[in-house]
């Protein structure tokens, strides 16, 4: 992973903490966001800054045919959605400076 895309991901992650995270769980959230990026990495993806529902599905299959259980395709998926969100919702709140 590029330098440039785990502090992106570290300050949203640790941005949760006054919610009540626990440091495992964004450790594990910032597990799962390396692993995406790894699974995905064909030089041009969208990461961090936008992943795509084709991005999210193809992702998916390859947890499946690796034959990840329920539960990690889950919280993998919810970890993309967080991380999504947050990125829109910092892209909306730049382009209204």
């Known amino acids: 992973m590029t330098k440039r895309v785990m502090p992106t991901a570290k300050m949203v992650l640790y941005s949760m903490d006054p919610v009540g995270v626990s440091p495992y769980t964004v450790a594990v959230y910032l ?3 390396r692993h995406f990026r790894q699974a995905m990495d064909t030089g041009g993806t969208r990461f961090p800054a936008r992943i795509m529902p084709q991005d999210v599905r193809r992702y998916v299959g ?7 259980s329920a539960s990690t395709i889950r919280r993998r998926r919810a970890t993309l959605a967080v991380f999504n969100a947050w990125a829109r919702a ?4 730049a ?3």
Do not use: Q
């Not at 910092?90 to 709140?93: E, G, H, N």
């Open 62 to 68: 390859r947890l499946r045919a690796a034959r990840a």
């Open 31 to 33: 597990s799962d966001l």
């Open 90 to 93: 910092r892209a909306s709140c």
């Open 95 to 97: 382009s209204s400076r």
